[in-house]
């Protein structure tokens, strides 16, 4: 079975400071991989993904995430943070599956 | 286009009852899927339908859970003798088809088992 393992719960920052949440994945297989956001009050919204290619993939409002297949990751960044960013953040794996298996979330607050 | 649309956003029920939560999909998506988010935990995965049949119901914690779809579009997730253990946020998603295609995500359902 496959699992997906998000390090940090929460993650308090200020304006403008530069974001990595770390995101490790046990399959061993071919994945997919998505970072999925949750703005307070809102549904769950596809930030990134990444299917094949190139392992640096680009999202909306700024985000990127890089997909290591040695590491078993695929961390999500931004170089600097807006107070507008205050969300919840879900790592996503799908292989060979439809489902989605999702880590447990990260909750980012910025400080304005 | 509308996107996924979940009725009712909030259901508080009593232990033993039965409640129905429903699901409409973007139309045109053939998938659809139905995930149950516990306090302080991603979405887990309880079923998904691919068209009118249900391809994997392997997340279904137990048979008081069962769920339709009958026509291929709006579906039923349906909870027999609710128990507090099932107070949770229950999410549908859809996508074009099954394979490896971004889901998208209504609000979800709220539902709270006194």
Known sequence: AQSVSQHNHHVILSEAAS????????????????????????????????????????????????????KFSFNLRKPSVQWSDTAEYFCAVNSGYSTLTFGKGTMLLVSP | GAGVSQTPSNKVTEKGKYVELRCDPISGHTALYWYRQSLGQGPEFLIYFQGTGAADDSGLPNDRFFAVRPEGSVSTLKIQRTERGDSAVYLCASSWDSSYNEQFFGPGTRLTVL
């Open chain 1, 19 to 70: 974001l990595e949440l770390g995101c490790n994945y046990s399959y061993g297989g071919t994945v997919n991989l998505f970072w999925y956001v949750q703005y307070p009050g809102q549904h769950l919204q596809l930030l990134l993904k990444y299917f094949s290619g190139d392992p640096l993939v680009k999202g909306i409002k700024g985000f990127e995430a890089e997909f290591i297949k040695s």
